[in-house]
Nanobody, 130 residues
Framework: QVQLVESGGGSVQAGGSLRLSCAASGFTYSSHYIGWFRQAPGKEREGVAA????????YYADSVKGRSTSSQDIAKNTVYLQMNSLKPEDTATYYCAADPRSKYPVTPIRTLGAWAYSHWGQGTQVTVSS
């Protein structure tokens, strides 16, 4: 059974940084996408970053591009989302999600679309104050 456990959320001031972690277990496939999503109250869930476990390729939404970096530690079965220059509008619950499938084709929907992911973590809260 696939399990995803996020950690690393917290409260920071604008301009600060946080590193979120997603510890994954129970995968029977060696190749899968792991995505990072966020949802603020009253808003739709938004895909912000994704990494392809097979080769470490990363993909980012425009809202976080240049400020965030996703990486993987294969030995620890963990994916990270380093977020820098945080803004109040980054405040949300952040989720990691996973789906076992081929890398191609690479499209925005397959990388950052919530519907494309079958397994979800419980979420971790990020609050950025101005």
């Amino acid at each position: 059974q696939v399990q995803l456990v996020e950690s690393g959320g917290g409260s920071v001031q604008a301009g600060g940084s946080l590193r979120l972690s997603c510890a994954a277990s129970g995968f029977t496939y060696s190749s899968h996408y792991i995505g990072w999503f966020r949802q603020a109250p009253g808003k739709e869930r938004e895909g912000v970053a994704a990494i392809y476990w097979g080769d470490g390729s990363t993909y980012y939404a425009d809202s976080v591009k240049g400020r965030s970096t996703s990486s993987q530690d294969i030995a620890k079965n963990t994916v990270y989302l380093q977020m820098n220059s945080l803004k109040p509008e980054d405040t949300a619950t952040y989720y990691c999600a996973a789906d076992p499938r081929s890398k191609y084709p690479v499209t925005p929907i397959r990388t950052l679309g919530a519907w494309a992911y079958s397994h979800w973590g419980q979420g971790t809260q990020v609050t950025v104050s101005s």
